[in-house]
Structure formats: C-alpha cells, structure tokens
C-alpha cells in the first residue's frame, strides 16, 4: 500500500515561515521524484517544487528564493521550507511521489492547509 503522509500547514502572517514534511512508505523508492504541488479553489493544482529522482531541484517560479525542498532518499522523505510567506501562497499543499516510465505512477497525499493572513 502506497501512502504519503503531510504534515506541517496551518496559519502564518505574511512574512512568516512553515515547513512541511511528507513521509512515503517504503514502496516509493529512489527512483521516484517527490514533490509539492499546491492548490486554491477554482485553479489548477500546480507544481511548488520537486526533487527528481536524479537529484536534481525545481521550483515554480513564484517561490524561487523562497521556498526550499530538501529530501532524504535513504529514508523517503521530503520537506518544503517556506520562508518570507505571502498570502499569495495560501492553498491546500500536497505531496507527491510519481515515476515516469513505460507506465507513469503517481500517488498523493491527502492535503495539508496553509493560510498565509493578516
């Protein structure tokens, strides 16, 4: 069984900082990239920052400088550390887990809220 399990939202004034973290079972294995998308009511879901399964990092422009996502390959994890929050980032973060091959797998978190507010 597949599971990838948030922590870490909640609320924040802008300016602040959160860090999540995602924990994979075993399953999901180096050769996965992981990473957090984001999603406000009524848009897509879109691409926060991702860390590949060849070790590479990318982020959506928008949080470049901001934002930084770390991963431990050994022990399947991956965190988001978001600095310098604007409300502009409030939205519903997920992790996510996806090898790309013949078959594309790709499994997701349930959702963990940030609200960036005044």
């Known amino acids: 069984q597949v599971t990838l399990v948030e922590s870490g939202g909640g609320f924040v004034q802008p300016g602040g900082s959160l860090r999540l973290s995602c924990a994979a079972s075993?399953?999901?294995?180096?050769?996965?990239?992981m990473g957090w998308y984001r999603q406000v009511p009524g848009k897509q879901r879109e691409l926060v920052a991702v860390?590949?399964?060849?070790?590479?990092?990318e982020y959506l422009d928008s949080v470049k400088g901001r934002f930084t996502i770390s991963r431990d390959y050994a022990e399947n994890t991956v965190n988001l550390q978001m600095n310098s929050l604007k409300p502009e980032d409030t939205a519903v973060y997920y992790c996510?887990?996806?090898?790309?091959?013949?078959?594309?797998?790709?499994?997701w978190g349930q959702g963990t809220q940030v609200t960036v507010s005044s």
């Open positions: 996510n887990a996806r090898l790309i091959g013949s078959v594309t797998l790709s499994y």
């Open positions: 075993r399953i999901i294995t180096s050769f996965y990239d």
């Open positions: 860390a590949t399964s060849g070790r590479r990092t």
